[in-house]
């Protein structure tokens, strides 16, 4: 019988002991008929703890053998496991273990690989971890002065021991270089002992920091009908500087931005250049250059709606993006309201980061109570702060002819500015189950032909919070706010004013059922907010249950206030999950405060409510 004690090595000293056995087996498999055995295969460990034993049992690969076998295949899987096996306990802190893997009664090890038996019926393997082991010395060295270097609570005297505290000591010490812009530091060396009588082990890591390098060059590979010079003034490479991981993962993660590639991947040059810059290749590939997209919304108060979008990139050669959204509602009524805008995108058209837009809009409106045909176009900047935030601003014009409770065929001729930011933390986007979102805008806006100037100020704002370690109940909030500023409500396009109800805002109650009652009719308030609170429970992977409550607000005034107009509503949905799409939603809901005369109220569409 052979045993396998490894109170002194390392799992590298295994690996390197069990590299003859392979090739070994290789050299007996072509000299030998390989018959199929029927075999049974089992693993006990009485000493380790339950967890350790289902670590160990999953990662042993003469376990995972099928019934039928072959001799060779059985022989190797069962030597690999020495050294598989002795790992995953140096990976749990055991470094002086006893495995012993027999087949059919005899070690593994031993058996002769050049006369291997001609049916094998069983494995026993049988594991005795040992004693668990602490760290007595633990220490990387040297690290870059400052306190900018981080290294694991678990790696230090009297913690258990452990190879993977190790690595991620190692990580840690290689990551607080690269950040000090040593971009070509490596593990120099490293000193790990066992010692079986004290049950300690020491790990001193050595680490080879090389010089403080600047950034180079970008260089770009890969096909790409993407102008170089294009994709150089976009990434913005900023050559020259101190080299630090960040500014290469901005680079990076600027064309990945314009949309117009699969893939972008950064990648060091392989010896730094005699002026101490490194520089780096950047690998692109292309996506294709259209895109179509189609969505459906289905509710009983808005009828159906159809959206569709049409993207081309790179239009002209420098990653430009057009995209032509068409929108169609109330498909089934004879109010039909329809929508169509066109974007043009030029990344970093004025600069890094900001993207020169360009945006024309048609629309006509038949809601409940106004109707409306509007032309909007507008020219503004972009500009992206980080990977979840950006600012935008723009400048237009907008023409609108409108019928509403203030008259027929009025028309308004607006010169309005739009500043908006935009800050997304949640998780998911399709299904959030934490993070936050928000989204403001301010309207600014001048009657071109002597209409009052006003201001008009919107806020969405959506929260998300899982309870318990497993996300299968998430609770969910939003709100919605919009107030105008400034001219009277008779005096202000329809199209700038609030109703409340609907898929939007207040389930269970009617599209734009809530407004202000004026001698004409039911016209838009001048503020408007919208409370929703969701409880989202997972049934199953793909299946979820949600209970909801909304509630809305509508005022004449600027402001929200004791006074104002307001209903709720409150239902159940579900949810089924569909990978790469998101979840397709079905809620139903009855309104629960102000007028309830019209019932239950169902929607069906694809992602979240909010």
């Given at each position: 019988m052979i045993s396998f004690r490894h109170s002194r090595r390392t799992a590298l000293t295994l690996c390197r002991a069990l590299r003859p056995l392979s090739l070994a087996i290789g050299f007996s498999a072509a000299l030998h008929t390989t018959p199929l055995v029927a075999l049974e295969a089992n693993l006990t460990a009485p000493k380790a703890t339950e967890d350790l034993t289902d670590r160990l049992r999953a990662s042993s690969a003469a376990l995972g053998l099928g019934s039928n076998s072959e001799i060779q295949e059985v022989i190797a899987a069962s030597l690999s496991d020495y050294r598989t096996l002795v790992q995953v306990l140096y990976d749990a802190g055991y470094f002086a273990p006893v495995v012993n893997i027999r087949i059919d009664g005899r070690e593994a090890a031993a058996i002769n690989l050049l006369n291997p038996p001609k049916v094998i019926k069983n494995i026993a393997?049988?594991?005795?971890?040992?004693?668990?082991?602490?760290f007595?010395?633990?220490?990387?060295?040297?690290?870059?002065?400052?306190?900018?270097?981080?290294?694991?609570?678990?790696?230090?005297?009297?913690?258990?021991?452990?190879t993977g505290a190790i690595q991620e000591a190692a990580t840690a010490g290689l990551s607080a270089w690269d950040r000090a812009g040593h971009a070509k530091a490596e593990l120099a060396s490293q000193s790990i002992t066992a010692d079986a009588v004290k049950r300690r082990l020491d790990a001193e890591l050595r680490i080879a920091p090389?010089?403080?390098?600047?950034?180079?060059?970008?260089?770009?590979?890969?096909?790409?009908?993407?102008?170089?010079?294009?994709?150089?003034?976009?990434?913005?490479?900023?050559?020259?500087?101190?080299?630090?991981?960040d500014l290469v993962a901005k680079a990076a993660n600027r064309l990945r931005r314009t949309g117009a590639f699969s893939t972008v991947a950064l990648r060091q040059a392989e010896i730094p250049n005699p002026d101490g810059s490194l520089d780096f290749i950047a690998e692109v590939e292309d996506l294709p250059k259209r895109r179509f997209t189609f969505g459906v919304e289905i509710s009983s108060s808005e009828a159906m709606e159809l959206s569709t979008s049409w993207m081309h990139r790179n239009l002209f050669g420098a990653a430009e993006r057009l995209k032509i959204d068409l929108s169609v509602s109330g498909i089934g009524t004879s109010d039909i309201d329809s929508s169509i805008t066109a974007r043009l995108d030029r990344p970093a058209a004025l600069g890094t980061d900001r993207t020169l837009f360009y945006v024309?809009?048609?629309?006509?409106?038949?809601?409940?109570?106004?109707?409306?045909?509007?032309?909007?176009?507008?020219?503004?900047?972009?500009?992206?702060?980080?990977?979840?935030?950006?600012?935008?601003g723009a400048l237009g014009v907008r023409y609108v002819k409108a019928d509403d409770a203030y008259g027929n065929n009025r028309e308004f001729k607006y010169l309005a500015a739009r500043l908006r930011g935009e800050k997304d933390k949640r998780d998911i986007k399709t299904n959030p189950t934490s993070g936050y979102y928000l989204d403001g805008e301010i309207v600014p806006f001048v009657g071109i032909s002597g209409g009052d100037p006003g201001v008009q100020i919107n806020i969405d704002a959506r929260g998300y919070k899982a309870l318990g370690s497993s996300d299968r109940v998430v609770l969910a909030g939003r709100v919605q706010l919009g107030s105008v500023i400034g001219p009277d409500p008779s005096d202000v396009s329809p199209t700038f004013l609030y109703f409340s109800g609907g898929a939007g805002s207040v389930r269970g109650q009617e599209y734009q059922s809530l407004g202000i009652d004026t001698p004409g009719g039911t016209a838009g308030g001048r503020s408007y907010l919208a409370l929703s609170g969701e409880v989202r429970g997972r049934i199953t992977d793909s299946i979820s249950l949600v209970g909801f409550y909304d509630v809305g607000f509508v005022d004449q005034n600027s402001f929200i206030s004791g006074d104002s107009e307001y209903h709720a509503g409150a239902g159940i949905g579900l949810r089924y999950d569909v990978t790469g799409i998101g979840p397709i939603r079905l809620d139903l809901a009855i309104p629960v405060s102000g007028d309830t005369d019209d019932g239950l109220q169902f929607y069906i569409g694809i992602g979240q409510a909010f």
């Open positions: 393997i049988t594991v005795d971890p040992g004693p668990a082991f602490v007595g010395r633990a220490g990387v060295a040297p690290l870059p002065t400052g306190g900018t270097a981080t290294l694991p609570e678990n790696f230090a005297p009297g913690q258990p021991a452990s090389g010089p403080q390098l600047r950034l180079g060059k970008l260089r770009i590979k890969g096909e790409s009908d993407v102008r170089r010079e294009a994709m150089q003034r976009i990434a913005g490479f900023a050559t020259g500087h101190t080299y630090h991981p024309g809009a048609l629309e006509q409106l038949r809601e409940e109570h106004y109707s409306a045909r509007s032309a909007t176009a507008a020219i503004g900047v972009r500009r992206t702060v980080s990977d979840t935030t950006f600012v935008e």
